[in-house]
């Protein structure tokens, strides 16, 4: 049974750091591309961040560059999400997935978990 636990969104001011995890059970973590979604209010689901397999390629969307950083450890089979510089427009539910494609496609979600940037 494929389960994820997100954890260490919240409220948090313009500028501040948070950092996301999403600890993954159920399925082979280390094979799968991992990656972050977010939801904001009003708006499509869009993708943050990718990791590879290995962690060895990382993608960001162009919003996030620079400010925001993917990382996993897949000893701990968890996904990792460090956010600086935060943002009123980061506000959104954070998702993380798990994809691996062959021959057949799996993809999973997390439950997602809220972040807040507010004064």
């Known amino acids: 049974q494929v389960q994820f636990v997100e954890s260490g969104g919240g409220l948090v001011q313009p500028g501040g750091s948070l950092r996301l995890s999403c600890a993954a059970s159920?399925?082979?973590?280390?094979?799968?591309?991992m990656s972050w979604y977010r939801q904001g209010p009003g708006k499509e689901r869009e993708l943050v961040a990718t990791?590879?397999?290995?962690?060895?390629?990382?993608n960001y969307a162009d919003s996030v560059k620079g400010r925001f950083t993917i990382s996993r450890d897949n000893a701990k089979n968890t996904v990792y999400l460090q956010m600086n510089s935060l943002k009123p427009e980061d506000t959104a539910v954070y998702y993380c997935?798990?994809?691996?494609?062959?021959?057949?496609?799996?993809?999973?979600w997390g439950q997602g978990t809220q972040v807040t940037v507010s004064s």
């Open positions: 997935n798990a994809r691996f494609q062959q021959s057949t496609s799996y993809d999973y």
């Open positions: 159920g399925f082979t973590f280390s094979i799968y591309t």
């Open positions: 990791i590879s397999s290995g962690g060895n390629r990382r």
